[in-house]
């Protein structure tokens, strides 16, 4: 992927039936276990949400630039490398939510995909298909139509955009190797 200081696009607001942020999204939910035996990333998008209510049609109507927001504890559960692999195949370009299961975080943060901790999440302000606009550095998330400023996230470390920017851990380390 590519490090963007600014990332900007449409926004997936993925609710449970009763309309409120979908929260504990395990890793079966993201990309189910009868998958694990796809090994090209390529093909791993197709699957993503597939097993989670209310959203199995959302790999057919994802477009690369989206954004996902979704409840707490986004990825817990197993670790699945392909959870986070399936949202990369599908051009998404960062997640939003108010926490991330652990092992979820570190493959995303090693895989260098964007992953946005925000508290407080308001969908009222955050929309499902509005445009929003990320800043890396200072963790304002704002509406790209109104230029209202509709969330403030947990800006980034250091050393998690030294990762973003070098495209992975294992391209981080390599250049810091010489």
């Known amino acids: 992927m590519e490090y963007k200081e600014k990332i900007k696009g449409r926004v997936w607001v993925?609710?449970?039936?009763?309309?409120?942020?979908?929260?504990?999204?395990?890793?079966?939910?993201i990309f189910h276990n009868s998958y694990l035996a796809i090994t090209d990333i390529n093909e791993m998008g197709q699957y993503i949400f597939d097993n989670l209510e209310g959203w199995e049609d959302f790999a057919k109507k994802a477009q690369p630039g989206d954004i996902?927001?979704?409840?707490?504890?986004?990825?817990?559960?197993?670790?699945?490398?392909?959870?986070?692999?399936?949202?990369?195949?599908?051009?998404?370009?960062?997640?939003?939510?108010?926490?991330?299961?652990?092992?979820?975080?570190?493959?995303?943060?090693?895989?260098?995909?964007?992953?946005?901790?925000?508290?407080?999440l308001d969908t009222d302000k955050i929309q499902h298909m509005s445009e929003i606009e990320i800043d890396i550095n200072s963790g304002e998330?704002?509406?790209?139509?109104?230029?209202?400023?509709?969330?403030?996230?947990?800006?980034?470390?250091?050393?998690?955009?030294?990762?973003?920017?070098s495209g992975s851990l294992f391209k981080y380390g390599k250049s810091a190797l010489g």
């Open 14 to 29: 993925i609710t449970d039936p009763d309309g409120k942020l979908f929260p504990n999204i395990d890793t079966d939910m």
């Open 68 to 120: 996902v927001v979704a409840g707490s504890n986004f990825g817990c559960g197993s670790s699945r490398q392909q959870a986070v692999d399936g949202f990369v195949s599908l051009g998404i370009q960062a997640l939003i939510t108010e926490s991330f299961g652990a092992i979820y975080f570190r493959n995303a943060v090693n895989m260098g995909f964007p992953l946005v901790r925000c508290d407080n």
């Open 141 to 165: 998330i704002k509406n790209v139509e109104t230029g209202e400023i509709v969330a403030e996230a947990v800006p980034l470390s250091n050393v998690q955009k030294d990762i973003l920017k």
